[in-house]
C-alpha cells in the first residue's frame, strides 16, 4: 500500500536461525487476533498508519480476508490490541520467504520494542512452517521502522531500478 507510484523498498532477512527477541514488558500479552479484537485492532492501524483510511472494512480487504494473510499476532494491553504483525505467503513473488506483513503499534504505545516482539513472533511462525527466510516491504518514510528492521538484521534488497538511489538516501538519512 504505497502512497508513491514507486513500489515500496524491500527487505530480507535470510536466516530465521538465531531469532533472540525482546522480552514482554509486564501487562502486555502476546497472542493470536480474535474476531472480538476487530474494534480495537483498527484503532491501532490508524494510529499506526494515519496515512491510510483503515475502517472494519479495509481491515477485512486488506488483512482478514486475504488468503495469503495465514495468522495476525496482535499485543493485547488491558483487553486492548496496541501492537500487530501478520503472517503472509506469496510464494509466487517470494519462493521459500514468509513475508512480514502489517506490522504497526499504537503511538501511546511505542518505546517498548513491541512492533519489534510482535514481528519476532511472525519470524518464529515462518521457521515453523518450514520457511528459511522472511521479506517485508516498507516506504521509504518509515525511518524509524527501517532502523528497528536494520536492528533486526533485515537487510535492503533491490527488486526496482529505483532502489538503489532510495536506498542509498534512507540508509543516510539513517547515519549509516
Known amino acids: 500500500m504505497s502512497q ?3 513500489p515500496q523498498l524491500l527487505m530480507r532477512l535470510s536466516s530465521l536461525e538465531n531469532l533472540n527477541p525482546p522480552v514482554l514488558p509486564e501487562g502486555y500479552k502476546l497472542r493470536l487476533f ?3 479484537d476487530r474494534a480495537t485492532l483498527t484503532h491501532t492501524l490508524k494510529a499506526a498508519f494515519p496515512e491510510l483510511l483503515w475502517s472494519e472494512e479495509s481491515i477485512g480487504k486488506w488483512l482478514l480476508d486475504d488468503p495469503t494473510v495465514k495468522k495476525v499476532f496482535v499485543i ?3 483487553g486492548q490490541v496496541v501492537a500487530t504483525a501478520s503472517v503472509r505467503y506469496v510464494e509466487h513473488r517470494y519462493p521459500g520467504a514468509g513475508y512480514l506483513h502489517w506490522v504497526g503499534t499504537n503511538p501511546k504505545h511505542q518505546g517498548k520494542k513491541l512492533g519489534m516482539i ?3 513472533a511472525v519470524l518464529q511462525a515462518f521457521r515453523e512452517d518450514g520457511y528459511p527466510q522472511a521479506v517485508l516491504q516498507t516506504d521509504d518514510f518509515r525511518k524509524s521502522a527501517i532502523a528497528i528492521y536494520l536492528r533486526m ?3 535492503p534488497e533491490h527488486s ?4 538503489p538511489e532510495r536506498w542509498q538516501a534512507v540508509l543516510t538519512a ?3
Open 76 to 78: 493485547d494491553y488491558e
Open 4 to 6: 508513491h507510484s514507486q
Open 34 to 36: 480474535e474476531e472480538s
Open 118 to 120: 510482535v514481528s519476532y
Open 160 to 163: 526496482h531500478e529505483s532502489h
Open 153 to 155: 538484521g533485515f537487510v
Open 174 to 176: 539513517l547515519g549509516r
